[in-house]
């Protein structure tokens, strides 16, 4: 199970940090992924880590504001999120990758979603 937390209510420009706890025993077998969902809009990944935490992805629009980073100790994967934007609203998701991971497929085991929401 996955279970993500951190989202809030934030001004443009602030910064939040979400974070996703998994609880299993075999954390570092897995690539995680956060994905967003804004009403009227599908689903979709923004950021990835591998099961080594060596490689990751970002969508376009949040290079160089946001970063994904793995905790194999907390069994906890994060999205630090800067200077952030009202078209960053939408609720984020976590959730395992199938391997290889650079397919961004999505596997079993979601989180039940995080409201993030920034005003102008």
């Known amino acids: 199970q996955l279970q993500a937390s951190g989202g809030g209510l934030v001004q443009a420009g602030d910064s939040l940090t979400l974070s996703c706890v998994a609880s299993?025993?075999?954390?570092?077998?897995?690539?995680l992924a956060w994905f967003r969902q804004s009403p009227g809009k599908e689903r979709a990944m923004v950021a990835a880590?591998?099961?080594?935490?060596?490689?990751?992805w970002y969508t376009d629009s949040i290079k160089g504001r946001f970063t994904i980073s793995r905790d194999s100790a907390k069994n906890t994967v994060y999205l630090q999120m800067n200077s952030l934007k009202p078209e960053d609203t939408a609720v984020y998701y976590c959730?395992?990758?199938?391997?290889?991971?650079?397919?961004?497929?999505?596997?079993?085991?979601w989180g039940q979603g995080t409201q993030v929401t920034v005003s102008s």
């Open positions: 880590i591998s099961r080594s935490g060596g490689g990751t």
């Open positions: 959730a395992t990758l199938k391997e290889p991971w650079w397919l961004f497929i999505p596997d079993d085991y």
């Open positions: 299993t025993r075999s954390f570092s077998d897995y690539s």
